[in-house]
């Protein structure tokens, strides 16, 4: 498991270039330079995807809701991905509340994050935000949550939550697809304390700052 003290660690210098692109067009582009990422063809190499998840009535007794989000590096591969767990964790031991992020390679965990949040969600009507950062840099696949919102949790995600792997050959994310996202949400308890799940918006980002916005909008079937 991943451990981030301080905003001087070196893993932490990473994520704040991964979990703040309005940075940049004065850290990204000067790091990529140095490391010489930079070519003519500029690529993709970090996707956001802002999502809403809105819970009807929860049962904290049973704790239900439990829904899963999976962010595919590459659509041709199911077995690269990254997880995010909501309202529980579960891979080497299971807990109730909160939310887990987790790196796989061959279906198998590399990295995982547990988030310091422990409630179980318990508010009728709760509305959650946040977004879902990938990004692919200096040999590594990288993941996290950044600005979450819910009116029970409050504030949640950040750099403390970011998870990596070996990005196995994989030099930008140009395969990945909002759809294979939205297809892969799993409820697997109590999908009928859920009352949507929707992709609101997806940017994608380039090595030499621009970005394409894809105004997504669309629902997770439940």
């Known amino acids: 498991m991943s451990t981030v003290n301080t905003w001087d660690d070196p893993r932490c210098a990473l ?4 979990l703040y692109p ?18 003519a063809e500029p690529k993709i190499f ?7 998840l809105v819970i009807n009535q929860p049962e904290v007794a049973i704790n239900s809701p439990q829904i899963a989000f999976f962010m595919y590096p590459d659509s041709g591969r199911n077995d690269l991905y ?4 909501m309202n529980y964790a579960a891979e080497e031991g299971y807990s109730s509340g909160g939310f887990r992020v987790g790196a796989f390679s061959g279906d198998h965990p590399r990295d995982e994050e547990r988030s310091r949040i422990s409630e179980t969600l318990s508010w009728d009507n709760d509305r959650l935000r946040w977004t879902s950062a990938m990004a692919v840099f200096n040999n590594q696949l ?4 950044k600005d979450g919102y819910g009116y029970q949790w409050g504030v949640f995600g950040g750099p403390e939550y970011l998870v990596e792997m070996n990005d ?6 140009a395969n990945y697809s909002p759809a294979q996202s939205l297809a892969a949400v799993d409820i697997g ?5 859920v009352a949507s799940i929707r992709l609101k918006t997806v940017r994608l980002i380039r ?13 997770a079937h439940q």
Not at 46 to 52: A, N, Q, R, S, T
Not at 207 to 219: A, P
């Open 142 to 145: 990288m993941f996290a949550v």
């Open 168 to 173: 196995e050959g994989l030099v930008n994310l």
């Open 22 to 39: 309005f940075l940049y067009g004065s850290i990204v582009l000067v790091v990529f330079a140095n490391t010489a990422v930079v070519a």
């Open 189 to 193: 308890f109590g999908s009928n304390r």
């Open 15 to 18: 994520s704040r270039v991964f």
């Open 207 to 219: 090595t030499d700052g621009s970005q394409q916005v894809i105004q997504v909008n669309e629902f």
């Open 82 to 85: 990254f997880q995010l767990q």
């Open 46 to 52: 970090l996707v956001e995807e802002d999502w809403e």
